[in-house]
């Protein structure tokens, strides 16, 4: 079935070379063209399209404006394409906040990207956002974890990737400064990361910021890894602390969750907790495998919840999995087991 396409944007060069990638796929068509909001608007109405491109700057409405009305009166799958500098980010955030699946930078800003590297990245966020879940289910109580696995937790491993802003918000949020030490992978390019570790810290009572080389692990504080490194785990001294490295992206992505969950099941075993939260591929399953197999209790993301439901479906199937929880359950179930645990 082909994925119906319509392209916002107030640049007739962007929406030329957009149309011209996403109608090379073969699986995808662009049926439709607005040079700002207001012409969108009528053009949804006429020719329905099951995904929306969408710039953020444009003329006579901003895009986040839009964005909001749309997702209050027709809410439909949006893919925010925009220049995303470091400075935008939180305009980047917002949409996501908003409602929208997910972001790309335009195509006439490539870092380090050729045409066709960047139409494959687009074409994957494209579908993606086509079977995303926009009518999630979550439930908010609190479900028991098993108990033979994750003795005595050191530190407590998250990675997300479509969707993953939210999602982490959600289980951020209600942990407190008891909870073990936090290391976090959403997959985010550089300059955003640090925008998005200051929105983490305004929510959660958690001291949330990006990582830095060589820092020591700390209960209450949550790191997340700059857009653009790898984040691992390393026991110097007896004492966990942060690596952080340039090698080479894995499943396309740096910082990946696999590389952070492998160094987390090579240095801590049995004494850590790992949990998949939404987004698209299988980064991630393989190192939830490793940690599962080193005894960490793993946690993945369920289906109803998830925006894309593929990197803990690719976990589960792997079965790597201790616990499959609702969105809202996994923070409820996180607190009950740290304070079972001490």
Known sequence: ???????????????????????AQGDMQVIAEAPDPYVARELIKQRNPDVLTLDIEMPRMHGLNFLKHLMHGHPMPVLMISSLTAERSEYALQALALGAVD???????????????????????????????????????AHTLPSG????????????????????????????TSTPPVLIVQHMPAGFTKTFARRLDQLSALHVREAVDGEPLSPGVALLAPGGWHLRVRRQGGILQVALDEQAPRHHHRPSVDVLFESIASSCGSHAIGVLLTGMGKDGAQ??????QQGA???????????????????????????????LAIAPSLNSHFRWKT
């Open 149 to 176: 696995r994750g003795i005595t937790p050191q530190v407590l491993a998250v990675g997300a990737s479509t969707g993953g802003t939210e999602a982490l918000a959600s289980v951020l949020s209600p942990l407190n």
């Open 103 to 141: 972001y790309l930078h335009k195509p006439n800003a490539l870092p380090n990207e050729s045409l066709i590297e960047y139409g494959q990245r687009l074409a994957e966020k494209l579908r993606a956002a086509a079977s995303a879940n926009l009518k999630r289910i979550s439930a908010h109580e």
């Open 1 to 23: 079935m082909t994925i119906k396409v319509m392209i916002v944007d107030d640049s007739a060069m962007t929406r030329r070379v957009l149309t011209e990638l996403i109608n």
């Open 287 to 292: 190192g939830m495998l490793a940690m599962h």
């Open 297 to 327: 209790l793993t946690i993945a993301q369920n289906q109803q919840s998830s925006v894309v439901f593929g990197m803990p479906k690719e976990a589960i199937a792997l079965q790597a999995v201790d616990a499959v929880l609702p969105l």
